[in-house]
């Protein structure tokens, strides 16, 4: 059945049921700005509950970006106690939180927003969060990606389903949903913003965008439809990606990796750094493919890409504990216990010679750097790491003593040959004993 106005009613109903975003029995999170196209889905929704058994709730997020953000949440507020809608509201800072990030305050936005989302959801126990997206959103989305630089993960556009976020009127035209407002007299705010030229997406639906379908009429349309299209070759290759994929926490054996074509290969690796958190640009995955046996590459998040001889691995690092200047007794240094003097006792040890080794001892994480004299001459630490089968990933972890700015051992690597202690010579022995073991 068509809805008044030309929105068809059916077919974004069976669109839903697709992908099931309506599930009967449960909870519908709609997200509420107080524009056209969210009252509109607002409506709609409120018409579908009790047909598609699910119970609707809204939340509205005021961005505190314009004078008329209070005005905003205050309709929103009006018009679901009037139609009997549980509203949840939201606020933030997103002006302080794009300084503090050093994002756009349009990116800004839209982290501060969904995390929001995201939590009333969780607090709600809400099974789907409904966005607004439509048609055109689709289409832009594509067009910016496209410009920007991308592969065909972002040429697939808006997913219609992301986690628990749907989209049910991504394939609704904005002219349906205008009519669709107008027909049934619905209410709503215009954000003054969103004409301001000055944002890029904007720019590109006031300005481009008509200017294309100007030489291209339908251009919009099939923008959306080869986005669905890609979706179904996107969706193929990850499932061809995800057989080659090894358990979590291993490593992906190198001459597998160089047995696949470039386009697999790629998206082995971006598969294998996103498990850690960490989406790779094109220029990243080039460097990861690109590493040398043994090589590292820091990636942003604090995540680790190493090349091993287990092959390619992806770890987040955690991040360096801070020096600690021994002194005889136990102290404790993140993890571990670490006893100065006496015998060597359980965990790790290394005994130096305690007459030669003066000054202050500290204990600390590798720095990457240092030599130790192994008594036929001097190699470099990350030598002998090597050398002993320690995987790259572990050593900037590893704990090292150091006399001033002097490495003098590792440990479960080397201790300096001129610290060593002699037969008959006092010794000082250093103990790491991992807590809670």
Known sequence: MTAPGGLDRRAVTAFCRKWAMLPR??????AVSGGRDSMALLHLLKSLAEEEGFTLLAAHFNHQLRPTARRDEDFVRGWCAENHIPLTVGRGDVAEFARESGRSLEDAARELRYRFLAETADTLGADRIATAHHRQDNAETVLLHLLRGT???GLTGIQPVRGKIVRPLLETDR??????????????????????????????????MPLLEEVSPGCTARLSTAA???????????????VLLPPPGEALAWPVLLAQDEAIRRRLVRAMARRTGV??????????????????LDLPGDVLASRGGGGLT???????????VLETGEQTWGPWTVRVG?????GESVSLAAERALGPLTIACW??????????GSRTIKRLFADRGIPVEERLERPALYLGDRPVAVFGVAVDHDLQPQPGEAVVAVTLERKNR
């Open 25 to 30: 029995g449960g909870r519908v999170l709609c």
């Open 151 to 153: 592969g065909l993960r």
């Open 175 to 208: 002219r349906e949903i205008e009519a669709y407002v107008q027909a049934n007299g619905i209410p709503y705010v215009e954000d003054e913003t969103n004409a301001d030229p000055a944002y890029t997406r904007n720019r590109l639906r006031l300005e481009i």
């Open 228 to 242: 669905e299209v890609l979706r179904g070759e996107e969706e193929h290759l990850a499932r061809e990606t995800a």
């Open 279 to 296: 989406e790779l640009s094109a220029r990243q995955t080039e460097a990861v493919l690109a590493l040398g046996p043994g090589g590292v």
């Open 314 to 324: 992806f770890r987040r690092r955690r991040g360096p504990l801070p020096p600690l």
């Open 342 to 346: 006496g015998p060597p006792g359980p």
């Open 367 to 376: 720095d990457g750097r240092g030599r130790l004299n192994v008594g036929n």
